[in-house]
């Protein structure tokens, strides 16, 4: 994911004002930071307004989703 510039301050105000039903969603696919059933998470209308809520600070797809690039895992502690 990446910020444009001169927006940290308001994206994290957006997540310090987080929707309930945002976290409610992560918490049934994210454990141990790592998100699963990525599909459902993309297909999930709280997760679409949530992108749509963001789009305005990073660049993103199509679809308003994030633009990622994937990360090798590197550590991983239980």
């Known amino acids: 994911m990446k910020l444009k510039p001169n927006v940290i301050n308001e994206y994290k105000q957006r997540h310090d004002d987080i929707w309930p039903e945002l976290v409610a969603l992560l918490h049934e ?18 997760m679409q307004r949530w992108w749509k809520h963001m789009a305005d600070l990073m660049e993103t797809n199509i679809d308003q989703s994030p633009i990622t690039h994937p990360l090798k895992l590197v550590f991983h502690m239980d």
């Open 29 to 46: 696919h994210v454990s141990s930071n790592t998100i699963s059933s990525n599909d459902k998470l993309r297909e999930n209308e709280i």
